[in-house]
């Protein structure tokens, strides 16, 4: 597949990296001769400094032939003519676009990205990846990393094995066998540093973290298996009031549990804007650092408290203070996968990516087969893929351990009509299933080989 990339930033360059590792044709386009030069030096891929929005530009790319454009610029203005571009002059049929304003996003005004105004197939808001990230986090507290598949009804967990984790030093396998009801499966583990699928025999000892795929109604006990408390979140602290904190607080505003929150922030015009956006919301205009703000706020009372200011380094001391003043939860925003290993030194008990929750988003309308979720996990080591397996698929009619899968991919669960199953070798792989598997970054072309039907798909 060729594709062409715009914008080689933290996103951009990301997506290259996925696409190129899978043996795609990728054209990085960028006004910035330093990102491209970084991309093409680092990466597989070819590079074009210029406007992405120019013709001229993308016809030097190789748009005229091209399957796919990702405009993920810093510009929704360029993002959107870009998409506009491809369509009208080189015919590209599908166009992804990166849109953060919010008033391109608001839902009266989607009339405008059909073929004959704005031809964009699909739009990706990192601030409601990011709020809806967040809403997961909040909904499973105990866990570091959190994300739902097959519509609702699995959900993976990222959990930090401690001391008092009862299956502590038990063979996975054996897992089984002591909770033969529970609908639930580690995928990968992460020891010392390095991420792996495990084997049968392998143990989780203490400091590992490991990622579990769940049934949503054996979420609660899987949690207390492995030696975690769950607690309900009721009163939320947000230190940031931009765009994604907007975002998350009223996603707060329309949960269901009725979750009381106050945010901080520390622009005064942007604190404005959110106290007259939000209807519940108390917002607090000043430092997210200052501990007297914080104990304004209530964070001593608080049951969680969301740090999602633009500042990596102001996040994870926003939460490190709210952590000092007691509150038992804190989550960061944190952009640069450099600093996530410094997080469980710092007591800080979860974090948001957006980099890998954007990833994640356009990394789920370019998949080859019927792809229908995809999760990125850690600095792009692995990837949870969920997708319904198709009558030509090689794993259409045969059972779990006659797969050829490779060493480093495990299913995670199959779901069978209205009902998803645990994975067990004897279990049955039908047409129309919908199956999720966990996968090393190296074996993801043999998923989409063993999942893909034609290239009319992607």
């Known amino acids: 597949m060729k594709v062409i990339i715009c914008g080689a930033g933290q996103v951009g360059w990301q997506i290259a990296r996925h696409l190129s590792g899978e043996h795609n044709d990728v054209t990085v386009v960028d006004n910035n001769a330093e990102l491209v030069r970084r991309a093409t030096d680092t990466l597989d891929v070819q590079g074009i400094a210029g406007f992405a929005s120019y013709p001229d530009v993308l016809d030097r790319a190789g748009a005229r032939d091209a399957d796919m454009i990702i405009a993920a610029t810093h510009s929704d203005e360029v993002n959107m003519v870009t998409c506009q571009v491809a369509h009208s002059v080189f015919s590209i049929q599908r166009k992804i676009a990166r849109l953060r304003s919010r008033s391109y996003l608001d839902a009266i ?47 993976l967990l990222g959990i930090q094995i401690d001391e008092d984790c009862p299956v502590v030093n ?12 529970l609908r639930a499966i580690v995928v990968g583990v992460r020891r010392e540093g ?47 009031g931009g765009n994604v904190g907007l975002e998350v607080a009223k996603a707060l505003e329309g949960s269901a549990a009725r979750i009381r929150s106050k945010m901080i922030e520390r ?62 939860f804190a989550i960061a925003l944190i952009n640069d996968p450099t600093l996530l290993p410094l997080l469980s ?9 957006p980099r890998a929750t954007t990833v994640s988003s356009i990394l789920r309308h370019i998949r080859y087969g019927r792809v229908r979720q995809v999760y990125s996990i850690g600095d792009a080591e692995a ?38 199953l645990r994975p067990s070798g004897g279990l049955r792989i039908e047409e129309g299933d919908v199956i999720a598997l966990f996968a090393m970054a190296d074996d993801v072309p043999e998923v989409e080989r063993l999942m893909q039907v034609s290239i009319d798909y992607f």
């Open 267 to 328: 622009n005064r015009k942007s604190a404005e804007q959110a106290a007259e956006t939000l209807e519940r919301t108390i917002v607090l205009n000043g430092d997210g650092l200052d501990r007297s703000l914080m104990i304004e706020a209530g964070i001593d009372r608080a049951d969680a408290m969301l740090a999602v200011t633009d500042d990596d380094k102001t996040n994870m001391l926003a939460a490190v203070r709210a952590k000092a003043e007691g509150c038992p």
């Open 109 to 155: 005004y989607t009339d405008l990205y059909r073929r004959d105004h704005l031809p964009i197939d699909v739009v990706i808001s990192p601030e409601r990846e990011v709020a809806a990230a967040a809403m997961q986090r909040l909904s499973a507290p105990a866990a570091f990393d959190t994300e739902i598949f097959m519509e609702g009804q699995a959900q």
């Open 383 to 420: 990837e949870v893929i969920e997708a319904e397996v198709l009558g030509t698929s090689p794993m259409a009619g045969q059972a779990i351990r006659d797969i050829d899968f490779p060493e480093g991919v495990l299913v995670g669960a199959v779901r069978k009509g209205a009902e998803v």
């Open 170 to 181: 038990t063979p996975l396998r054996q897992l089984t066998d002591l909770f033969s009801t």
């Open 194 to 240: 390095t991420l792996f699928a495990p084997e049968p025999g392998d143990q989780l000892f203490v400091g590992d973290s490991c990622y579990v795929f769940s049934h949503a109604e054996d979420v609660r006990r899987t949690i207390e298996v492995f030696g975690k408390v769950e607690k309900r979140q009721d009163r939320v602290v947000i230190v940031g």
């Open 345 to 353: 030194h710092l007591g800080i008990d979860a974090f948001i990516n």
